[in-house]
């Protein structure tokens, strides 16, 4: 993949695809928020005067550098947002990831950012994206520290592979229920079709915020990977109108809600000697029969037990040590 082009983008793209917050920052500024920039990348927005009732949305983009459609969603949500910024009804930081792999139209520039929310992080720890989580647990920190009840974390990416649910979502388990259904609910309203709860981290970003700071957080998946300025904006007006719903403090709710799936099994890759029975371009949610062979590793056999599991994030090319894959099952 070549760098990213920036010349013939829609200004408000341009400048969050490249962390340019001046446009905004000052907007909300100048309605009277308490506006600051704690990191690179990171703006945050809060009411001049704390309130605990209030709200504190996480919006993360981009921590994959190529995954850029959620970008320009969120780019046109907070351009129109802005016009109005009275209109915020939430404590906000808008977070873009992987400045400098979006920059260079990459995933990522050493190893994926988004295994790097974890306290020990091996042969990873030397890598950027090592640093660069760093800085966002520290901002992140910040931002909840002091924050209201009500928290949340959306980190919106898009898929690299087909599937069957185009749009769905991981949920850690450990979020507080209510505060969970109320995630799941808001998730329907986006448009998403189905929920895996995930009973254990990958070292995600949104894991993070739900284990240590409480947020019913989120890792969405909108729809397909797509180039910066080329995206099919279409697939993601249910979540456009969603996030905009969000940040206005309007709930609407017309019922939809998403198929719910439990985790059935993680298959961690051991050794070089992993094998899997399909290769990373298998759609995810692609239904696996009972006794059927997943993956040996050695000695190991990864066997599916139920009478059904579907196999999600399939990649038998991850560093060993690292999750090559989801098994999941209906929850109902
Ligand atoms: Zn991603």
């Given at each position: 993949m070549s760098a990213a082009s920036f010349g013939a983008l829609p200004e408000s793209v341009r400048a969050l695809a490249q962390a340019d917050f001046g446009d905004i920052a000052r907007r909300f500024t100048?309605?009277?928020?308490?506006?600051?920039?704690?990191?690179?990348?990171?703006?945050?927005?809060?009411?001049?005067?704390?309130?605990?009732?209030?709200?504190?949305?996480?919006?993360?983009?981009?921590?994959?550098?190529?995954?850029?459609?959620?970008?320009?969603?969120?780019?046109?949500?907070l351009d129109a947002l802005a016009r109005t910024p009275e209109a915020l009804a939430v404590d906000l930081m808008l977070c873009v990831g992987n400045i400098d792999a979006i920059a260079a139209g990459k995933r990522f520039i050493d190893a994926d950012l988004n295994r790097m929310f974890r306290v020990q992080r091996g042969d990873l720890a030397g890598t950027f994206e090592a640093g660069r989580a760093d800085s966002l647990i520290s901002a992140t920190r910040d931002f909840f520290e002091g924050s209201g009840p009500a928290r949340w974390h959306l980190d919106l990416h898009t898929a690299i592979r087909?599937?069957?649910?185009?749009?769905?979502?991981?949920?850690?388990?450990?979020?507080?229920?209510?505060?969970?259904?109320?995630?799941?609910?808001?998730?329907?309203?986006?448009?998403?079709?189905?929920?895996?709860?995930?009973?254990?981290?990958?070292?995600t970003y949104s894991w993070w915020t739900a284990e240590q700071h409480g947020a019913a957080g989120s890792t969405v998946e909108l729809g397909r990977i797509g180039t910066l300025g080329q995206n099919d904006l279409s697939q993601f007006l249910d979540a456009s109108n969603a996030l905009d719903g969000l940040l206005r403090g309007h709930a609407a709710f017309d019922g939809r809600m998403p198929l719910v799936f439990n985790t059935a099994q993680s298959i961690t890759k051991l050794?070089?000697?992993?094998?899997?029975?399909?290769?990373?371009?298998?759609?995810?949610?692609?239904?696996?029969?009972?006794?059927?062979?997943?993956?040996?590793?050695?000695?190991?056999?990864?066997?599916?037990?139920?009478?059904?599991?579907?196999?999600?994030?399939?990649?038998?090319?991850?560093?060993?040590?690292?999750?090559?894959?989801?098994?999941v099952v209906r929850a109902d």
């Open positions: 100048d309605a009277g928020f308490t506006v600051g920039l704690p990191a690179r990348g990171v703006l945050t927005v809060k009411a001049a005067r704390p309130d605990a009732a209030r709200a504190s949305v996480l919006v993360s983009v981009g921590v994959h550098g190529d995954e850029t459609g959620p970008i320009e969603m969120v780019a046109h949500v087909a599937s069957r649910y185009p749009k769905f979502a991981i949920v850690p388990e450990l979020i507080e229920p209510a505060a969970r259904g109320r995630l799941i609910q808001w998730l329907g309203q986006a448009g998403i079709e189905a929920v895996i709860m995930n009973p254990a981290s990958a070292g050794s070089d000697a992993f094998k899997m029975s399909f290769g990373r371009a298998t759609e995810n949610f692609t239904p696996l029969k009972k006794g059927e062979v997943i993956a040996t590793d050695g000695d190991t056999v990864y066997t599916v037990k139920h009478d059904e599991e579907l196999v999600v994030f399939p990649n038998p090319d991850v560093r060993v040590g690292l999750r090559a894959g989801i098994m």
